[in-house]
């Protein structure tokens, strides 16, 4: 079965740059979105399409893609960006997966 | 405000078949360009997607779980459901329901969640 693959955890100090990546045989083919995710919390699109990113989401979070390799950005990390994020494609037949999440820690 | 709101038992014995429905307020399900899914997530672990239903019917399910996965949508209460037949402890998560977008392609509205055990 088809696969994303994150690293299960990132770590960055208020103000840096976060960056979370996700790969996955299809994505040159497949759009890739992410969502953020808080404890207790439903998950939150916040890119989509790669790299658009819907209306009410800060100009801080931005995606990028390249080969089989998709990146979610978030530039001058905050304490609240601390969560859970999961990107999502489609397989080559055009069924949904997510990948197995990353914890991002704000130090 | 489109909003989903799942419910539903909350435990279920193992062998029986898990039912929930989502309903969503703020927007007809009729109106296309959406499709309606279900997606859970084990304790403490990542999200799965189960299938999705289109308001005309149309189905589509996870391939690891369709042998046991019927998602049905009911037009005129702006509902749509789930039943998961032979319920094991695996089964027991988090279930979601979503509404995913063909614009944008994403799941962009979420239900609140609903922990479903399997138990007897």
């Known amino acids: 079965s088809y696969e994303l693959t994150q690293p299960p955890s990132v770590s960055v100090s208020p103000g840096q740059t976060a960056r979370i990546t996700c790969s996955g045989d299809a994505l040159p083919k497949q759009y890739a979105y992410w969502y953020q995710q808080k404890p207790g919390q439903a998950p939150v699109l916040v890119i989509y399409k790669d790299s658009e990113r819907p209306s009410g989401i800060p100009e801080r979070f931005s995606g990028s893609s390249s080969g089989t390799t998709v990146t979610l950005t978030i530039s001058g990390v905050q304490a609240e960006d601390e969560a859970d994020y999961y990107c999502q494609s489609a397989d080559s037949s055009g069924l949904w997966v997510f990948g197995g999440g990353t914890k991002l820690t704000v130090l | 405000q489109v909003q989903l709101q799942e419910s539903g038992p909350g435990l279920v014995k193992p062998s029986q078949t898990l039912s929930l429905t989502c309903t969503v307020s703020g927007g007809s399900i009729s109106s296309g360009g959406y499709y309606w899914s279900w997606i859970r997530q084990h304790p403490g672990k990542g999200l799965e997607w189960i299938g999705y239903?289109?308001?005309?019917?149309?189905?589509y399910y996870n391939p690891s779980l369709k042998s046991r996965v019927t998602i049905s949508v009911d037009t005129s209460k702006n509902q749509f459901s789930l039943k998961l037949s032979s319920v094991t402890a695996a089964d027991t998560a988090v279930y979601y329901c979503?509404?995913?977008?063909?614009?944008?392609?994403?799941?962009?509205?979420w239900g609140q969640g609903t922990l479903v055990t399997v138990s007897s």
């Open positions: 979503a509404r995913g977008s063909f614009a944008t392609g994403g799941f962009d509205y």
């Open positions: 239903i289109y308001y005309s019917g149309s189905t």
